[in-house]
C-alpha cells in the first residue's frame, strides 16, 4: 500500500470513526460524558486498524500498548494535577502534571514491553 492510499484510509476511516463516537456522545446522560467519546479514542482505533492492515499485527501490538499506557498515565496525571494546581497555581501545577505524566507512562510503558517480551 502507497503513501497515498494509507492517508486516504486513515482519513476515511478516522473520519468514519469519529461520527459514530460523537453520536455516541450525544446518546450518553448526562452530558459530561460526551467529552469522553470525542475525537481522540476514535482517531486512535482508525489509526490502529490501518497500523495492523499495513505494517502487521506486531506493529499494531506496540502502538495499542503506547495508547494503553497513556491513557492510564493520563488518569494518574489527573490525580496529582488537581492537588497541583489547586496547591502551586496554574503555571508549576500543569509542570508538575506534565512531569507526572512522563514519568507515569514511561514508567507504564517500559513495564508493558517488558511483560509481553518474556
Known amino acids: 500500500m502507497n ?5 486516504a484510509l486513515k482519513a476515511v476511516d478516522g473520519g468514519l470513526l469519529v461520527v459514530v463516537f ?8 448526562p ?14 482505533l482508525a489509526n490502529l486498524a490501518v497500523i495492523a492492515l499495513a505494517e502487521g499485527v506486531g506493529a499494531a501490538r506496540s502502538s495499542s500498548t503506547g495508547m494503553a499506557a497513556g491513557g492510564i498515565a493520563m488518569v494518574l496525571c489527573c490525580l496529582v ?10 503555571l508549576r501545577g500543569s509542570v508538575v502534571m506534565w512531569g507526572a505524566w512522563l514519568a507515569s507512562g514511561a514508567a507504564i510503558y517500559g513495564g508493558l514491553m517488558a511483560s509481553l517480551v518474556r
Open 31 to 44: 452530558k459530561r460524558f460526551a467529552g469522553l467519546f470525542g475525537a481522540a479514542p476514535s482517531v486512535a
Open 3 to 7: 503513501p497515498v492510499e494509507l492517508v
Open 22 to 29: 460523537a453520536l455516541v456522545g450525544e446518546v450518553l446522560k
Open 81 to 90: 494535577g488537581v492537588p497541583a494546581v489547586r496547591r502551586l497555581g496554574a
